[in-house]
């Protein structure tokens, strides 16, 4: 394998001494990784192109975009034409409360919508040569203190099922000679959107104590690092099977408080009962609750170095 960049480096300056330039087709591309995964692509010379129910509503860096509503059938088969990697980030998002309907949209999103993306690179006439399929860290269930790694097996919940789900339609993909990688990802950091944008508003009022009684592991990446993650992935053609795209140093949640609370200057010592978490949000509030201390074994074992791997560092970067 190359020898990955430094740490240190930002994400488009990561080129030197690369393969040609590649086309890189983004499921998701209008949400919040799938941007900057787009950014980062178009930096380092690569060209993006993206999946949408509306692509018209895809802008720059997409270069080419593509109609389609993934739990309606196939991709369209001109999407495949000049793709050499897919990257499949859509998904129906895990906030909010759980009803029936809720959960039947995060179960079909992800595997009807992978099932279907597989069939189309199935009757592709050029197919790519990768498929960076996201799965997420719910694959392992709720497990208190183990320290998990690629090689462990799945929870039994109701994410564990669906993220087993999930990884079983894009590996069908292997079998039509497609390098595959399922990323397990765990909570994304980024200022602008996702868990971290929630969580700032309670935090500066001081609202930002533990969820629960706080013991419980939380496993997180900076969306730089994730981004850089998913690059390294499309470019490292040994790189397969499940990657845990976590950062090294995973923390309990009262540490999460602790330290999101000091670097913005507030106390952090209002909690928020697991009662009262049940009550506001019902089955979805034992994602909050849940204990999932997650490592990145395989990345670390081929080289792959981190920007951000502890918390107090991305932190401080994003605040």
């Given amino acids: 394998m190359k020898t990955p960049p430094?740490?240190?480096?930002?994400?488009?300056?990561?080129?030197?001494?690369?393969?040609?330039?590649?086309?890189?087709?983004?499921?998701?591309?209008?949400?919040l990784v799938g941007g900057h995964l787009a950014q980062a692509l178009s930096a380092r010379g690569d060209?993006?192109?993206?999946?949408?129910?509306?692509?018209?509503?895809?802008?720059?860096?997409?270069?080419?975009?593509?109609?389609?509503?993934?739990?309606?059938?196939?991709?369209?088969?001109?999407?495949?034409?000049?793709?050499?990697?897919?990257?499949?980030?859509?998904?129906?998002?895990?906030?909010?409360?759980?009803?029936?309907?809720?959960k039947a949209r995060i179960r079909d999103s992800r595997v009807v919508g992978t099932r279907n993306l597989v069939a189309g690179i199935e009757r592709a006439e050029r197919r790519p040569k990768t498929l960076i399929c996201a799965s997420a860290i719910g694959y392992y269930g709720d497990r208190g203190e183990q320290g998990l790694t690629e090689q462990?097996?799945?929870?039994?919940?109701?994410?564990?099922?669906?993220?087993?789900?999930?990884?079983?339609?894009?590996?069908?993909?292997?079998?039509?000679?497609?390098?595959?990688?399922r990323l397990r990802i765990g909570l994304v950091l980024a200022r602008e959107g996702g868990a971290l944008k929630e969580m700032l508003l309670p935090a500066k009022l001081g609202a930002g104590g533990p969820l629960g009684g706080g013991k419980q592991w939380w496993s997180w990446i900076h969306h730089r690092d994730l981004i850089r993650?998913?690059?390294?992935?499309?470019?490292?053609?040994?790189?397969?099977?499940?990657?845990?795209?976590?950062?090294?140093?995973?923390?309990?949640?009262r540490e999460f408080a602790d330290l999101l609370g000091a670097q913005l200057g507030r106390p952090?010592?209002?909690?928020?009962?697991?009662?009262?978490?049940?009550?506001?949000?019902?089955?979805?509030?034992?994602?909050?609750?849940?204990?999932?201390?997650?490592?990145?074994?395989?990345?670390q074992a081929a080289g792959f170095r981190f920007d951000f791997p502890t918390l107090r560092a991305a932190l401080r970067d994003l605040l």
Wanted: hydrophobic share 40%; net charge negative; with cysteine.
């Fill in 229 to 253: 993650l998913m690059l390294w992935a499309i470019d490292e053609e040994g790189v397969a099977g499940p990657l845990n795209a976590t950062a090294p140093n995973p923390v309990r949640q």
């Fill in 47 to 102: 060209r993006a192109q993206g999946y949408s129910r509306s692509p018209s509503r895809l802008g720059a860096p997409i270069s080419a975009g593509f109609a389609w509503d993934p739990q309606q059938g196939p991709p369209p088969p001109e999407s495949f034409q000049d793709a050499d990697a897919i990257v499949h980030l859509a998904g129906e998002t895990v906030q909010g409360r759980w009803t029936a309907a809720k």
């Fill in 268 to 299: 952090s010592f209002l909690p928020a009962p697991s009662f009262a978490l049940k009550l506001a949000l019902g089955e979805f509030s034992t994602e909050l609750l849940s204990s999932k201390r997650v490592l990145p074994a395989a990345a």
């Fill in 6 to 31: 430094a740490s240190g480096t930002a994400v488009g300056d990561e080129v030197a001494a690369r393969a040609p330039h590649k086309t890189v087709l983004i499921s998701g591309a209008s949400g």
């Fill in 152 to 181: 462990d097996p799945p929870g039994d919940d109701f994410l564990a099922e669906v993220c087993r789900g999930w990884e079983r339609e894009a590996q069908a993909a292997e079998e039509l000679g497609v390098r595959v990688v």
